[in-house]
């Protein structure tokens, strides 16, 4: 069973740091891209970015490039999402979803973000 | 950025009745290598959303076959041909075809 355990959401200030991490079992992880997506509170969802199954090519929202990285330890079936300088509109839940056919097919359960002051 | 629009954005159904969900884009999802990229998602309360069709019109694995995806180049539906109490929820479609990668504003059904 493809089970996707996002961990490390938490309330921070305007400007801080968060690293979320996504845990992945139950299928290859080092043979699929993965991605995060969020949604602000009860909102839609939005694409935050992706990453290639071995971890050569990242892509990024405009609205996050240059604060957030994404990477991914495939020895450890891991996925993150470093971010930093975080804004208040960067308040949602994250998903850590997996890559298939360029639709997201498995979707973990989302840990929250809420950045202010 | 493509731009995806959904109607309704509500939808009250009976049980046991049809229910259907429009999806335009902005521009063609059909894609270089001939696949038009075109998923649909399911989001009940409180839960993360479930994908329920990719490609079009092509269920993932376990999703009922009530529900079917159709259209081409910039418009497509999704069809629920009997809605069950479970249906009810946030449906979403989502382009992956041209980068980024960008959803409806979703469509909530729910139970008349």
């Known amino acids: 069973e493809v089970q996707l355990v996002e961990s490390g959401g938490d309330l921070v200030q305007p400007g801080g740091s968060l690293r979320l991490s996504c845990a992945a079992s139950?299928?290859?992880?080092?043979?699929?891209?993965m991605q995060w997506v969020r949604q602000a509170p009860g909102k839609g969802l939005a694409w935050v970015s992706r990453?290639?199954?071995?971890?050569?090519?990242?892509s990024y929202a405009d609205s996050v490039r240059g604060r957030f990285t994404i990477s991914r330890d495939n020895a450890k079936n891991t996925l993150y999402l470093q971010m930093n300088s975080l804004r208040v509109e960067d308040t949602a839940v994250y998903y850590c979803?997996?890559?298939?056919?360029?639709?997201?097919?498995?979707w973990g359960q989302g840990t929250l973000v809420t950045v202010s002051s | 950025d493509v731009v995806m629009t959904q109607t309704p954005l509500s939808s009250p159904v009976t049980l046991g009745q049809p229910a259907s969900i429009s999806c335009r884009s902005s521009q063609s999802l059909v894609h270089s290598d001939g696949n038009t990229y075109l998923s649909w998602l399911q989001q009940r309360p409180g839960q993360p959303p479930r994908l329920l069709i990719y490609k079009i019109s092509n269920r993932f694995s376990g999703v009922p076959d009530t529900f079917s995806g159709s259209g081409a180049g910039t418009d497509f539906t999704l069809k629920i041909s009997r809605v069950e109490a479970e249906d009810v929820g946030v449906y979403y479609c989502?382009?992956?075809?041209?980068?980024?990668?960008?959803f409806g504003q979703g469509t909530r059904v729910e139970i008349k």
């Open positions: 979803v997996r890559h298939y056919y360029n639709a997201p097919d498995y």
């Open positions: 989502m382009q992956g075809t041209q980068f980024p990668p960008t």
């Open positions: 139950g299928f290859t992880f080092s043979n699929y891209w």
């Open positions: 990453i290639k199954s071995d971890g050569s090519t990242t």
